[in-house]
């Protein structure tokens, strides 16, 4: 029987390195490649390719968790790059670009829920999912194309920030009520406890910091990632086991760190962790899709695609203008916003979790075929805004080369 | 002289180095230590990504930028083959009494205790020259000798 298990763990993380490489290879994100892992050897169609059987991984339990981990400390990544002091510095900018695009962007995300006849909830969870851009696969596309020097990659960061802090009070509210079900007061009542654990946890980031400063300082790097692992995972347990989402607790977690010394040692040693947890769950996602499920919303997958794009392109384009950037700076603040990924998926699994109606099967399948389409979709049009708007001036240095 | 400094969430921190007028050069660190390195010339134009180095290189490449490079060396290890003796290049100037002599009249030698290993004139350096050899003023002189010795020349050359 372990060896059973041992095989299909093997086989995995082997589907997920090969799956990784091709996508580095095609100068894509890894992440639609994870999950397009999880889709072919997990236990949905396809289930064979000719003689071979492709049902090799059963969703087994030991992947859910290492996945609830995944999404455990890809929010705690969030909090600890979370920056107050930029959002508080650039308020006056990142304001107004902020609200453009949360407007323009979970706006659409809510009349699209509503012509397809969701609920409201369901239509929350629609809006979430086409609201947030991927951070992963935006930060690496500035820094593939050479962005990051430029000053659009400013305006682009800086709305990624808002959207960051938007995102966690939104996950907050959204899981309280869904997981709460019911009616308006009990809902009233798991916002209410959703907000003073929360509001707990936000005193002992802000007050707690040479504390936290202490409780953490280790000389071996084993004991200090075990020390981060288990409280960080400890505090995301006892917030769900109260009825918080999980999510924003680690987020909470991870910003009671930012403001130590211990965030670049985090960024070391921690990180590949959270990669290792964050690609399971990208391929436990993948799994549990039944392509026939996504091929089912195939309307409105083509109406939230089409739309979503142009929203995000308009919102980025207006946010470039009001940050002072020109008119080729601000489209490529457009563009660069189009990706969506690791976000989105974590508003899917919590859909998943909540599992009555839509939310069960149409919404999660919905959510995997956008982040895939949009995902890439994104990338490749990064690649033509740059010659799109490439600059035509004078090129010094380059124009040797 | 300005340095603009941002964070760029998950990957490290970004650096922005006014040069002459607009033009940037803009260094990203990753928190793995890579550093990469662009150029801006205008604040219209897009950056050009010049290189990139590892931790490693760029400390070390760093130090040269500085102008405070040096390889650092075991001392324990350390071989003289001179023994006492080191190598120095001086100045023959105008007016010094060995101006026009040949070697083997300027005695040096015998009166410095240097032996003379090569001597540098314009762009020419004549390597163990011959007895015959006549000093010039420019002249350099390559000598080998003890540090006691090699003051002893700088002041018959200055003589």
Redesign the interface.
Known sequence: MAGEILIEVGIALTALAIGGALAVRVNQSVIPMYIVAGILVGPNVPTALGPIPLTLVENHEFIDVLAELGVVFLLF?LGL???IE?LVEGWNKLVGIGTVDFVLNFGVGIAIGFAFGFTLIETLFVAGIVYISS??VI?KSL?DR??????E??AI?GT??FEDILIAVYLAVLSAVALGGGGLDEAAISVGIAFAFLGGLTLLAWYGTEYVERAFTVDSDELFLLRVLGVTTLVAGGALALGVSEAVAAFFVGTAFSTTGHT?RI??VV?PARDLFAAVFFFSIGLTTDVTVIAGVAALLAVAVVATTLTKLASGTAGGFLYGL?RRRSLRVGVGLVPRGEFSLVIAALATSVGTGALGTTIPAFAVGYVLLMSILGTTLMGYADSLT??S??????GSS | MTVYE???????R?FEYELDGEDRL?V?IH??GKR?V?????????????FELNDKQAREFGTILEGAYFQPVDLDSVDVPLGESIIEWTDLPAGSSLEGESLRDAEIRQRTGTSVIAVQRDDETVANPGSEFELRAGDILVTLGTRDEQQALDDLLAA
């Open positions: 990544f790059e979370f920056n930029r951070s992963a930060t820094i050479g962005w990051i020097a430029n000053p990659s400013e960061l990624l920030v670049h960024e070391t990180a020109n490439a600059y001036g004078e090129v010094s240095l380059s | 941002t964070d760029v969430p998950g990957v490290g970004k803009v990203l928190h793995d990469e662009f150029r801006r010339p205008s604040e219209d134009a897009d950056g050009t990504k010049l």
